[in-house]
């Protein structure tokens, strides 16, 4: 089945600065890649989500990018503020749609 | 709109009792319904999914049970709590092409 391998676990980065949380897949046969931001308590907030027939997409300071030959995905924040600080998950579809998800990345930006 | 209501928000409950969280989904029909656990700083594990009323696929082996005795209701329950059965467990329902919309969760404390 499928698996979400996905780093770092932890991520520290000045206000301001660029953040990049990488994940990895295991079957070519997923097409939907979304992204979601957890905040301490609550549930996951999708945030933004890609399909295997588009390399990039980018919604404001989010960007996520898709190299389905790697089987990788990477999220992309740029000009970090406190209030992007939460656990971000990657999570891909097996082939019955059912999401798997990463482990997680806690991303904390320092003002 | 659509939303999803999950309930109770926090709950402590004695190993050995019962357990039965609600999930609902307001404003479509037929959604694909999920139950997701998630350990103290941990990922989203898949316990049980329905593609519609009576339909309970289950993940992984444990002692936990689901039903869905309505279109837009899932319920997750157990017969005798283990203190492994902590966590925050989130309940989610899924769009056609769509990704996963997540309740706000139910944090289970078993003592």
């Known amino acids: 089945g499928e698996n979400v391998e996905q780093h770092p676990s932890t991520l520290s980065v000045q206000e301001g600065d660029s953040a990049v949380i990488k994940c990895t897949y295991s079957d070519s046969a997923s097409n939907y890649f979304p992204w979601y931001k957890q905040e301490l308590g609550k549930g996951p907030q999708l945030i933004i989500d890609?399909?295997?027939?588009?390399g990039e997409k980018k919604d404001q300071r989010i960007a996520v990018t898709l190299n389905k030959t790697a089987k990788h995905f990477s999220l992309h924040i740029t000009e970090t503020q406190p209030e992007d600080s939460a656990v971000y998950f990657c999570a891909a579809t097996d082939s019955s749609y059912k999401l798997i998800f990463g482990s997680g990345t806690r991303l904390l930006v320092r003002p | 709109s659509q939303t999803i209501h999950q309930w109770p928000a926090t709950l402590v409950q004695p190993v050995g009792s019962p357990l039965s969280l609600e999930c609902t989904v307001e404003?479509?029909?037929?959604?694909?319904l999920y139950w997701y656990r998630q350990a103290a700083g941990r990922g989203l594990q898949l316990l049980f999914y329905?593609?519609?009323?009576?339909?309970i696929s289950s993940e992984v082996p444990q002692n936990l049970s689901a039903s869905r005795p309505q279109d837009r209701q899932f319920i997750l329950s157990s017969k005798k709590l283990l203190l492994s059965d902590s966590g925050f467990y989130l309940c989610?329902?899924?769009?056609?092409?769509?990704?996963?919309?997540f309740g706000s969760g139910t944090r289970l404390t078993v003592v």
């Open positions: 890609i399909r295997s027939n588009v």
């Open positions: 329905s593609v519609g009323i009576g339909q």
């Open positions: 404003g479509t029909s037929n959604p694909n």
């Open positions: 989610a329902w899924r769009r056609q092409g769509d990704g996963y919309t």
